[in-house]
Every structure is written in C-alpha cells, then in structure tokens.
C-alpha cells in the first residue's frame, strides 16, 4: 500500500472519461468516441486513458454480446421451421409446438433486457466518472488495470 495522495481528475478529464462511458447509447458507432478519446488523450491524463480503454472493452463486450443474442434468435426463429414441420406430422396440439413459438420472442426480450442493463451499467460509469470517482467495470476494470501496467 502506498501513502500517496489520489490525483483528483480535472473537470475537463471527468467529461471526456463520462463521454466515453456515455457513448453506449449508440450500441455500434458508439465505439468511436471512447477509440478517438483514447487516442487523443492516451499520453495526456492517465485518468481519461483509463476510463476510455475500459470503455473501448465494455463497448466491445456489448457488441460481441448483441451478436451471440442475435446468433441465438436466429437459431430459435429458423427452429420454428423445423417444429411446423414436424408438428404437421405429428399432433398439432402438441404442448412443444407452442412452446417453440414463443421462443424467439423470448430470446428477443432477453436480448432487449440485456441491452438496456448494459446501458444502465454505462451511464452509472459516466456519472461516477463525471464525479471523479475511479469506476472499474467488474470484469473488464481489472484486466485494464493489469494491461496498461504492463
């Protein structure tokens, strides 16, 4: 442990650290912003290229995790297919004909469900950090960590 006093970021570098998190509204071209932030103000404030390369990864990470959701509502929409088939030959009455119907819009919800939890996530990030306040995404903030202090 170190007896070092904790850099109190400026007000400029909590607004570009907040904008960076912000940014998650706009799920694909959000991106952009915490990238341009990161590498205008990497060698500037340590604060700011903390926040932003955690935003780039949280970024990445919903991106990554709205094209899985995705991959699986397409596995469920064209298994409706493959069930109308096989409830033709079978009993149409069948409890599973039903069930794999409203699959889709289960996993469709699920996937609006996580979008907005990542979105809450990222506006607790932009407001903390618009505080001051040292924010660590809960997986991503120590691999940043342990990644810039190589």
């Known amino acids: 442990m170190t ?7 400026s007000q400029d570098e909590r607004v570009l650290a907040a ?7 706009l799920p ?14 990497k060698d500037k404030s340590r604060y700011v290229y903390l926040q932003s390369l955690q935003a780039i990864a949280y970024h990445l990470m ?25 409830s033709a030959t079978s009993n149409p009455e069948n409890p599973l004909f039903f069930a794999t119907f409203f699959l889709p819009f289960l996993v469709m919800g ?11 996530y990222a506006v607790v990030a932009a407001v903390m950090t618009f505080q001051g306040k040292n924010f660590r995404y809960i997986v991503i903030g120590k691999q940043i960590d342990k990644f810039a202090n190589k």
């Open 62 to 86: 919903m991106i990554i995790s709205f094209f899985l959701g995705m991959a699986c509502y397409m596995l469920t929409f064209f298994g409706n297919f493959f069930s109308i088939f096989w």
């Open 3 to 9: 007896n070092e006093t904790p850099v109190i970021p």
């Open 28 to 41: 694909t071209i959000g991106i952009i912003a915490p990238i341009v932030i990161w590498a205008t103000q």
């Open 110 to 120: 699920m996937i609006f469900v996580g979008w907005f939890v990542f979105i809450i």
């Open 19 to 25: 904008l960076s998190h912000i940014s998650a509204f």
